[in-house]
């Protein structure tokens, strides 16, 4: 199926430093949401972007919803050990009234931080 | 519950065995998603649901795969005589109608065929 543009495929970094990842695609989307996914568990949202041009935090945690809406990156400021994980972009697009929302996914980001 | 429920959370079987995955979604939640993880890899979609209807099966990758949704919340993942490129962890997910209501993950169940 159709998946995003996901990048960095993997990243290794210390703990304490600054981490960046984005997501494009050919396609316009309504909406950009960034999972978070554990070992053995599924994933779990950690931002929603609804706006183009929005900028959105949660804690360390900060998102930005592409002018474009062909694009949405995540920054993770000051790492942690428990910041490891898999990352995934997801964009979806919310038809018409009626319709269904499509959900693409990006193809994830592993982090690892060595402590 | 409080999120989406599923089960098993491990499954073996020998290939060419039957097997029934089980999603209870968020309380309230009309839509429903399945998709497939394989070890290391992205999220692939499967099935959507609407209620108890699929307006989506693009995904499911053979009519060895069927879906079902009664009372417009569980819903059974099926997959028929089994393959080994079959193992992989799959992932249900709820979401309200609400055009911009993100999806909501369960655990999974980790499906291993040998």
């Known amino acids: 199926g159709q998946q995003l543009n996901q990048s960095p495929q993997s990243m290794f970094i210390q703990e304490g430093e600054d981490v960046s990842m984005n997501c494009t695609s050919s396609?316009?989307?309504?909406?950009w949401l960034w999972y978070k996914q554990d070992p053995g568990e599924g994933p779990v949202l950690l931002i929603a972007l609804y706006k183009a041009g929005e900028l959105t935090s949660n804690g360390r945690l900060t998102a930005q919803f592409g002018i474009t809406r062909k694009d949405s990156f995540l920054n993770i400021s000051a790492s942690i050990p428990s910041d490891v994980g898999i990352y995934f972009c997801?964009?979806?697009?919310?038809?018409?009234?009626?319709?269904?929302?499509?959900?693409?996914f990006g193809t994830g980001t592993k982090l690892q931080v060595i402590p | 519950g409080a999120g989406v429920s599923q089960s098993p959370s491990n499954k073996v079987t020998e290939k060419g065995k039957d097997v029934e995955l089980r999603c209870d979604p968020i309380s309230g939640h009309t839509a429903l998603y399945w998709y497939r993880q394989s070890l290391g890899q992205g999220l692939e979609f499967l099935i959507y649901f609407q209620g108890n209807s699929a307006p989506d099966k693009s995904g499911l990758p053979s009519d060895r795969f069927s879906a079902e949704r009664t009372g417009g919340s569980v819903s059974t993942l099926t997959i028929q005589r089994t393959q080994q490129e079959d193992s992989a962890v799959y992932l249900c997910?709820?979401?309200?109608?609400?055009?911009?209501?993100?999806?909501?993950f369960g655990n999974g169940t980790r499906l291993t065929v040998t």
């Open positions: 997910a709820s979401s309200l109608r609400d055009r911009a209501s993100p999806l909501h």
């Open positions: 396609s316009i989307f309504n909406t």
């Open positions: 997801a964009g979806q697009i919310s038809p018409l009234a009626g319709g269904y929302q499509k959900v693409t």
